[in-house]
């Protein structure tokens, strides 16, 4: 649970199932897949998820572009555009839903993993508390944070994947894993985005 999860809304269950092939080479967990509105709500409210990468024409409609603003108003995770649509009017209308990125199909697996690195770091920096100290932290929560915990933090604010923090600290990944849910668990949370969030109502 600890890893990077991913949802994707898209209604065509091939290219669903290559970008969930894409994902699999890199540390990201694809926690579920949406083919339409309906699935993609009940995912929001089942799954705890850290990104988003969201088609804006779902069986010829522009749900995405409703889904977006669900997400903007609920669930506060950073979300991509995935989409065929290049015209001027369609990028407007995206634009107003604040999308971490706007990829334009055919895209490839390097385009993918660029996308979702980029987002994911500045998702966590426009989030990043002022007051964003262990101290400060540790006065407004129940059960403290370790050194290390807060160290596993600002890795997740600068975007590090599991891998990268385990090279960073010369530990293993699972010793990563173990330090984020212990992580999330005294901040009441499920994930990434969701600790992300939940600081900056504690520290702002």
Same mark, same amino acid.
């Given at each position: 649970m600890a890893t990077i999860r991913i949802l994707i809304v898209e209604d065509e269950p091939l290219i669903a199932e290559d970008i969930r092939e894409y994902l699999s080479n890199i540390d990201y967990s694809v926690?579920? #897949?949406?083919? &339409?509105k309906g699935q993609a709500l009940r995912a929001l409210e089942q799954e705890a998820l850290d990104m988003i990468l969201l088609d804006i024409n779902l069986g010829g409609n522009m749900d995405g572009?409703? #889904?977006? &603003?669900?997400? &903007? =108003?609920?669930y506060h995770i $950073?979300? #991509?555009f995935l989409t065929s649509y290049s015209h !001027?009017?369609? %990028?407007?209308q995206a !634009?107003? @839903?604040r999308p971490m990125g706007y990829i334009l199909k055919p895209f &490839?697996?390097? =385009?993918?993993? @660029?996308? %979702?690195? %980029?987002?994911?770091?500045?998702? @966590?920096?426009?989030?990043? $508390?002022?007051?964003f100290n262990l101290e400060h932290i540790n006065q407004r929560i129940y059960n403290p944070l370790t050194e290390k915990e807060f160290e596993v933090l600002k890795a997740v604010y600068e975007g590090c994947t599991n891998k990268q923090m385990a090279e960073k600290h010369f530990v293993s990944v699972n010793t990563i894993k173990t330090?984020?849910?212990n992580l999330y668990d005294k901040l009441g949370v499920r994930s990434r985005s969701e600790a992300i969030v939940k600081l900056r109502e504690l520290l702002s």
């Open positions: 926690c579920a #897949i949406a083919h &339409n572009l409703e #889904i977006a &603003n669900i997400i &903007n =108003d609920q $950073p979300f #991509i !001027k009017s369609i %990028i407007e !634009k107003l @839903s &490839n697996e390097k =385009d993918l993993y @660029s996308s %979702i690195e %980029i987002a994911l770091y500045n998702f @966590s920096q426009g989030a990043r $508390p002022r007051h330090h984020l849910q």
